[in-house]
């Protein structure tokens, strides 16, 4: 059974297991950006002729962390944090699986630190050309991996949420425009993350 709390602000009913979620997923994006973030500075502090600060193994190392992490991970992680927020707060619902929900957050954190935890052991400075002939390491791929089929479980639990609400009717008439844009952005995500995934198993 869903447990609520009003926002006193808002005075939006918020389900409590969508309430941690969004701000587990929304507080990984940020620290992951924070680390993609340090990494681009290193880059640009190499790239400055006065500091020139990495030699040339490491700058390649810097810019695939910095590329993994500021182009995949953050972004992934805030789009679930968002996707969730816009079907449930938005929509007067409740989130629908949420074990599974914890399951896909669990796997994108483990993915990405497994991926990242390649990347510095100096094994897997690809950046995304990551298909031979350059190789990384198998953690790399592995990482990657985990971290998709995570995120494609979350938009899932998206999915079966906002179905559930309408039949449930926590909402009328059609979906609000914020929460029918996420909807788009989760579709768009779904393809292009299975397409990526799907491509890596060769590799």
Same mark, same amino acid.
């Given at each position: ?12 009913? @918020? ?54 992490? %500021? ?17 449930? %707060? ?9 074990? %599974?929900?914890? %399951? ?5 954190? @483990? ?75 989760? @579709?768009?995500?779904?393809?292009? @993350? ?10």
């Amino acid at each position: 059974m869903a447990e609520f709390r009003t926002c006193p602000e808002t005075g939006f009913k @918020i389900d409590l297991a969508a309430d941690k979620l969004i701000k587990w997923n929304a507080v990984a994006a940020v620290v992951f950006l924070l680390v993609g973030g340090l990494f681009g500075l290193m880059v640009a502090l190499t790239r400055w002729p006065a500091v020139h600060l990495l030699p040339a193994d490491l700058f390649y190392l810097a810019l695939t962390a910095h590329g993994l992490d %500021v182009l995949l991970v953050w972004i992934i992680f805030f789009e679930i944090a968002l996707i969730y927020f816009c079907a449930t %707060v938005l929509l007067n619902a409740r989130l629908v699986l949420p074990k %599974v929900a914890w %399951v896909a957050f669990w796997m994108m954190l @483990i993915g990405a630190a497994i991926t990242n935890v390649a990347v510095l052991s100096g094994e897997s400075s690809v950046m995304f050309t990551s298909y031979p002939p350059m190789k990384a390491a198998q953690e790399f791929y592995l990482g990657i991996l985990l971290f998709a089929v995570g995120a494609l479980l979350g938009c899932l639990v998206f999915f079966a949420t906002i179905i559930t609400a309408k039949k449930e009717k926590a909402y009328e008439g059609s979906l609000p425009l914020v929460t029918f844009g996420a909807m788009t952005a989760a @579709i768009i995500a779904v393809f292009t @993350i299975l397409s990526g995934a799907i491509i890596l198993i060769p590799t």
